[in-house]
């Protein structure tokens, strides 16, 4: 199995190299014993181990620098080391430099197990970290965001443009256009990418409680504050703070937000002194802004400090030639994280899937109010539910073929709408009158109760004369 744990353990005393060999064998585990630290490095250097057990001293090269050689090859590898009472100080010198735990002789093999169980533990736990954090910079990354249609290549043109600056940008859209995801790329593009990346939704928190999140406060600032809490300005100091929704803050906390962009300091609630922060701001809204600055329902020098540089994020309905794009960008992603998931999750997605025409038609036509989340979920949806190796019209919700059969019986009502329907009656019964008339206007008008005028006027509107 790939995903066994593998030990290498180093002891020159046969007896605990067999019987602690054994014991870890029984349980499962894929091991390594020899008995000296060069035989050590050299399977090291063969293939990498989760698990390194050494006894401290060893013939040759001590324990604790078998530790940091082993690590300098494999920094994953986490080391236990095992010593004699004499040896303790050793050992603790040994965890300074980044040895997992010790084992004092004599040990009982419960002892050992329980450690080496919870070495492996920790190990896992790392993996997962390091795989979460790559699929976390994977995700943003510019290169991970779809489109080709001329709204969004002016959009990565302007992301890339402000990422090499240090201004305030304000990204508009509709909800689930990709607004955190345009605001994490300019990030990690950013010279600051290696700092924080903070983001804070202004509209899900009430006035108080936003302010002490943003701000901070001091140890007893107010009941409950127990201690001091660093605000997330304070957090995204060298990194970039994003202000979700920020159409929903407060008039008190818009004017103490304009103070922090204009001095880039700030006092934290019940505190005294100033904070210096160095942040970028980037903020979102899905709200007409620039509207509510105009009507006083938002502070109009907020609004031009926040709106230094503005990136439009067009909805998925104004760029249907990026749906396919997108259907194929989201399938991977979803087969690929159900294959990589870390060990003891359960991955419920077939490998790869395709999609038929007309489901891929469906998904094409639709008016996708929430837009490309919207997207996203239904086709997490329809790999989830959807049987076949194909995704057809069956596992799409039923909004969608609604929709399209709306879509269609409009073109077939269209033509039939009141205006035109009545135009054409007009037409025939003026002709009609006419020619039972004789072409006398005057006597046709008379027939039909209108005056004369207007009848000349209609006619001259269907070009009958
Ligand atoms: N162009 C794109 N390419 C790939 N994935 C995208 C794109 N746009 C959006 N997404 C994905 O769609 C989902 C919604 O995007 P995001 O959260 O950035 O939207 P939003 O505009 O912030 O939404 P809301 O207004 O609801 O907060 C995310 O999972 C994001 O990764
Ligand atoms: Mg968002």
């Given at each position: 199995?790939?995903?066994t744990?593998?030990?290498?353990l180093?002891?020159d005393d046969k007896?605990?190299?067999e019987?602690l060999g ?16 060069k ?8 293939s990498?181990f ?15 620098q078998?530790i ?8 994953e590898?986490?080391a236990?080391?095992i010593t ?9 010198r ?7 735990d ?6 009982k093999?419960e002892?050992?197990?329980?450690t ?8 896992e ?8 954090k ?7 990354h ?6 080709t249609?001329?709204?969004?290549l ?5 992301i890339r ?7 305030t ?9 990709g607004?955190?995801?345009a605001?994490r790329?300019i990030?990690?593009?950013?010279q600051?990418?290696n700092?924080?990346?903070?983001p804070l939704?202004?509209?899900?928190l009430?006035?108080?409680?936003l302010?002490s ?9 107010f009941t409950?504050?127990v ?12 990194g ?7 159409g929903d803050?407060s008039?008190?906390?818009q004017?103490k937000?304009?103070?922090v ?5 700030f ?5 005294v002194k100033?904070?210096?922060v ?10 007409d ?12 020098d ?5 709106n230094v540089?503005?990136i ?9 030639d ?5 259907v194929?960008?989201f399938?991977k ?5 159900s ?9 419920s997605?077939?490998s790869?899937k395709?999609v038929?025409?007309?489901a891929?038609?469906?998904?094409t036509?639709?008016?996708?109010p ?6 996203e979920?239904?086709l ?5 539910l ?5 995704i057809?019209p ?5 909004g969608?073929?609604v929709?399209?059969?709306a879509r269609?019986?409009?073109s077939?009502?269209e033509?039939?709408n ?13 002709r009609?009158?006419?020619d ?6 005057s006597?046709a008008?008379?027939?039909s ?6 009848f000349?006027?209609k006619i001259k509107?269907y070009?009958?004369?």
């Open positions: 199995m790939a995903n744990p593998r030990i290498l180093v002891d007896n605990i190299r019987t054994l014991v870890l064998r029984k349980e499962g585990y894929d091991v390594v014993v020899v008995s000296s630290s035989e050590a490095i050299e399977e090291n250097k063969k990498q989760t698990l390194l057990i050494t006894d401290l001293k060893l013939p040759d090269i001590d324990g604790v078998l940091s050689a082993v690590r300098k090859t494999n920094p590898t986490l236990i080391i004699a009472h004499a040896g303790l100080e050793s050992a603790i040994a965890i300074r430099l980044g040895a997992y010790y084992i004092q002789k004599p040990f093999m002892e050992i197990l329980l080496v169980k919870r070495a492996l533990q920790h190990a736990l790392l993996r997962q970290n390091v795989y979460l790559r699929e976390l910079k994977d995700k943003y510019p290169d991970n965001i779809v489109g249609t001329p709204g969004m002016r959009t990565f043109d302007l443009k402000v990422a090499g600056t240090n201004v940008v304000l990204i508009r859209g509709e909800s689930g256009t607004k955190e995801l605001a790329a990030h990690h593009m950013s600051r990418g700092g924080k990346f903070v939704s202004c509209g899900a009430p006035e108080t409680l302010e999140e943003l701000f901070g406060y001091e140890k007893g600032a409950g504050a201690s001091r809490k660093p605000g997330l300005f304070e957090m995204a100091d060298g970039t703070l994003f202000l979700d929704e920020i803050l008039p008190s906390t004017i937000v304009l103070r962009l204009q001095e880039r300091e006092q934290p609630v019940g505190g100033q904070i210096k160095d942040i970028r701001l980037i903020s979102a809204t899905n709200k802004l620039e509207k509510a600055a105009k009507d006083g329902k938002f502070r109009e907020l609004y031009y400090r926040l540089v503005t439009e994020l067009p909805p998925l309905r104004e760029r249907k990026d749906i396919p794009l997108l194929q960008h399938l992603q979803f087969s690929k994280s294959q990589n998931l870390p060990r003891g999750s359960t991955g997605f077939a790869s395709t038929s025409k007309p891929m038609a469906l998904l036509n639709y008016s996708w929430g837009n490309v989340r919207e997207l979920n239904v997490e949806r329809a790999m989830v959807g049987t076949g190796d194909t057809t069956e596992d799409l919700p039923e969608l073929v929709d399209e059969l269609t019986n409009q077939i009502v033509p039939l009141f205006k035109k329907a009545r135009d054409e009656f007009e037409e025939q019964f003026l009609k009158i006419l039972i008339c004789g072409g006398n206007i006597e008008a008379r027939k109760g209108i005056s004369r005028r207007y000349h006027q509107k070009k009958i004369y």
